[in-house]
């Protein structure tokens, strides 16, 4: 996982580091990120961070012994309230998910219905100003009690949150937007209790500014909500009881059942599934048979049957009839609970692209201080008395609500042509006041905060329902690009699933039946698709294993075990010979003669010999066929039309690597076999050596070092679990289409990342200017505070919304 260092050394490798996971409150903008990370790096122990402005949530590597509610308080003193991942009880939080879920939705409720009602008396106190006048609406005085009730109440925790960034040296959105407010407030009410000054007030702008900050906050925090939408359906789809079973009498009746919590069950009871309800733990079926809906998994809408024997997992739909099942993981261990860590994990995993806005966002809300007080020096000691006839005779604009500033004058007992003269052209301190305060608060560090979040969050979330599991950002930023794609044969291109098609023995004496039986004992300790059509061969004919000892492996050349005092060996020629034993050129061209050979209607798909030896003589051989997968045709014309270049690299023989490239049209300079998993690499390494960007498809223990030499490595479901391991995207539908669906969300995910940030630099580019007051000389436009609130929030909504545009990617997946 791609974290952010800490700046010293490290005190532990990182495979010995542990991870924790934090649930982390109170932040409002990338500043706040930046706060959040640097605050835990300074934690003792602490290796690395990263925190998801979207999620909330904290990623933290520690050695071995910090504890993560230690670094909760740490977080919550500084004023980032803070728990630790699925330690709610110990922190005072005793809601479950969707009652939190509920809470923050009354929470933004009533974030609107403030917002709209200070908007709403804002204006209608304005109606003045278009000749309709509200009895008491328009007073002056009712402007500054509305101001003075909206910043000491709804504007409250906005202001004690930015004092708090500042007093701590990590200002944030709040600081710009409290210290804009606070100073509108200020010198309004200086205007109103020294009328002599002749100063104009507006109260009005704090009361907007607040307003259309809890408004933008309430349609963000919405967004947002649509955004996290996919995971918290995936986190709601394992039920919440379940019906426990006696396993010595277990029966599909439920007479006997008991419901009980969920978190309750424990590894090896048995429980109770009816027809239409959810599993909700990890199982296996032990009575019954069904039909399993497994999309929320896989994505495949097609439901599976499941019979006696057969794995279920949590959150799967029970579809035809009753099962009884017995447990074998809960909790965070079920394969859903996995998926979902793995979601929100990729969901914080930072692409790339984004430390450009983390590295701005540590130093923008200084420069945004320093650019106010620049612009307000500049305005009153430069600007004003250089173009005051200019601007005097264009008069003031404000782009804004601030229309009612002559009724507010009516107090100084100004009338007529001497009130509007004022507004047109006001004080040289109040003038460079007002867009000191534009400046701070057109001024968004929000926006860049959530460009890559939002956009990864949505294209992550949308590639787990597809059965796409996507490790992270930087995963999407790097798929986008690949230009080559490396496939593996075995178990891959094909099923997986070979048949032993030849058995021939050689030697005086021996049989095709005890030529099976010794391959089969020697097999007896691998995995390999190979070794298990050899075993399952041996179990059809009814031919037990003999006694064996001193098992080796070499992947990539083959297996040897001592069988009744011999040492037997069993693989290719290559691993034979290393062996010294003995192997006939005429052995040879007696196996590539029945791989050629046609024996059936798929025989061009290739066969597979393995020869088998006995100290330091070949006894025989056996030739295996693998179809290819059915999606494999469609599949690799998909990557190709894209326009990737594909690679097939095997450990396999040259014959059968021949066939299987005839049949999906790979050129013959781009198929290479008989290799070992380090020449695999090393072809890798020399692709990227050359500029390529290489992505590798694997799903055998031998593919796991060139899955990780690879800029992206992608693996199969069924694969092993040494590939999963090393791969960062897994297909868990096991459909080699979904590749190509994989990179067509990547690339969108990215596009969407880059239309972000540009306009959340853009927005920052033109408005700022804007607000500091580059059109006032020429045009006469000045931005009112409140306008630039306003345009403020619309940036963080524009971009959680543009993120949100992938969902329409979803039928094309």
């Not at 949308?462 to 995963?475: F, T």
């Not at 010294?580 to 597979?608: M, P, Y």
């Not at 500029?691 to 690879?710: C, E, F, K, S, T």
Request: aromatic content about 4%; charged content about 15%.
């Amino acid at each position: 996982m791609q974290l952010i260092p800490k700046p010293q050394a490290l005190a532990v490798p990182s495979s010995e580091c542990q991870t924790l996971t934090l649930d982390v409150g109170g932040m409002k903008c990338a500043g706040c990120v930046k706060a959040v990370e640097t605050e835990l790096l300074q934690q003792p122990g602490v290796v690395a961070a990263t925190v998801n402005l979207v999620t909330e949530m904290a990623l933290v590597e520690a050695e071995p012994g910090v504890e993560g509610a230690a670094l909760a308080i740490a977080l919550t003193e500084a004023g980032f309230p803070s728990q630790l991942r699925g330690d709610s009880a110990a922190n005072g939080a005793t809601e479950t998910p969707a009652e939190r879920q509920q809470h923050k939705t009354r929470e933004r409720m009533g974030q609107l219905a403030i917002a709209c009602t200070l908007l709403a008396l804002s204006f209608l106190g304005h109606l003045s100003a278009f000749g309709l006048t509200l009895q008491g609406l328009s007073n002056i005085w009712f402007h500054a009690g509305l101001a003075t009730l909206a910043l000491l109440f709804p504007g409250r925790s906005m202001v004690i949150d930015g004092w708090r960034g500042l007093r701590r040296g990590a200002p944030n959105m709040n600081t710009l937007v409290s210290l804009g407010t606070l100073t509108a407030y200020s010198v309004s009410l200086v205007a109103l209790l020294v009328p002599a000054l002749g100063w104009e007030c507006f109260f009005d702008e704090p009361v907007m500014l607040v307003g259309f900050i809890l408004l933008g906050r309430t349609l963000e925090q919405q967004a947002r909500s649509k955004a996290t939408a996919s995971l918290q359906s995936l986190a709601a789809m394992q039920p919440s009881t379940s019906r426990r079973i006696p396993a010595a009498t277990a029966t599909l009746t439920g007479e006997e059942s008991v419901t009980l919590a969920t978190e309750q069950v424990r590894v090896g009871d048995w429980l109770l599934v009816l027809p239409g309800e959810k599993i909700p733990v990890d199982g296996e079926v032990t009575v019954g048979q069904t039909t399993v809906d497994e999309s929320m998994l896989t994505g495949e809408s097609s439901p599976v049957l499941k019979q006696t024997g057969d794995r279920v997992a949590a959150g799967t739909v029970n579809q035809t009839g009753a099962i009884a099942l017995r447990t074998t993981r809960t909790g965070k261990d079920t394969t859903l609970a996995q998926i979902i860590a793995l979601v929100e994990a990729a969901q914080t995993r930072k692409a790339p692209i984004q430390r450009l806005a983390d590295s701005v966002a540590g130093y923008f809300t200084y420069g945004v201080l320093t650019l106010a007080l620049l612009t307000f020096l500049f305005w009153y000691f430069v600007g004003l008395p250089l173009w005051h006839d200019p601007i005097a005779a264009l008069g003031i604009h404000e782009i804004g609500l601030g229309t009612a500033h002559t009724a507010h004058l009516a107090h100084t007992g100004m009338t007529g042509d001497s009130a509007m003269m004022h507004a047109a052209m006001p004080s040289p301190l109040l003038l460079s006041l007002k867009l000191a305060i534009a400046v701070l608060v057109i001024a968004c560090p929000c926006a860049l905060g959530l460009a890559t979040p939002t956009a990864i969050l949505v294209g992550s979330s949308l590639g787990a329902e597809r059965g796409l599991l996507i490790r992270g950002g930087d995963v999407l930023e790097k798929a986008q690009a690949l230009d080559t794609l490396v496939f593996d044969k075995t178990g891959t291109l094909t099923q997986g699933r070979p048949v032993v098609t030849d058995c021939v023995p050689l030697a005086a004496g021996w049989t095709a039946a005890r030529l099976l039986q010794l391959a089969a004992t020697v097999e007896a300790g691998t995995t390999h698709p190979l070794a298990a059509a050899i075993r399952q061969a041996a179990h059809q004919q009814a031919l037990s294993l003999l006694p064996a000892a001193e098992f080796q492996t070499q992947p990539g050349l083959g297996v040897s075990a001592r069988v009744e005092g011999a040492r037997v060996y069993l693989g290719t020629a290559n691993w034979l010979r290393q062996n010294d034993v003995s192997l006939e050129e005429a052995v040879c061209e007696q196996a590539q003669a029945i791989l050629l050979r046609n024996t059936s209607a798929n025989a061009t798909t290739g066969k597979t010999v393995v020869y088998v030896g006995v100290e330091q003589q070949c006894v025989g051989f056996m030739a295996m066929q693998d179809p290819l997968r059915p999606d494999a045709l469609r599949a690799v014309q998909q990557l190709r039309d894209a326009g990737l270049r594909l690679r097939l690299l095997t450990g396999d023989q040259p014959a059968a690597a021949r066939a299987i490239a005839q049949m999906l049209g790979f050129a013959p300079e781009d198929v290479q076999a008989g290799l070992l998993p380090q020449e695999k690499v090393a072809v890798i390494a020399q692709l990227q050596a050359q500029g390529r960007r290489v992505g590798m498809v694997g799903d055998g223990i031998n593919d796991a070092p060139a899955l990780a030499q690879a800029d992206v490595s992608i693996s199969l479901h069924s694969g092993t679990d040494a590939a999963i391991e090393a791969s960062e995207i897994v297909l868990m539908g096991d459909r080699l289409t979904d590749i190509s669906a994989a990179l067509r969300l990547s690339r969108a995910t990215f596009n969407k990342i880059r239309q972000n940030l540009f306009w959340a630099f853009a927005y920052n580019l033109l408005g700022i200017p804007v607000a500091a007051g580059v059109l006032l000389p020429t045009l006469g436009l000045i931005l009112s505070p409140s306008a630039a609130g306003g345009l403020m929030a619309l940036s963080s909504i524009s971009v959680i919304t543009n993120s949100l545009l992938l969902r329409f990617l979803k039928k094309d997946l």
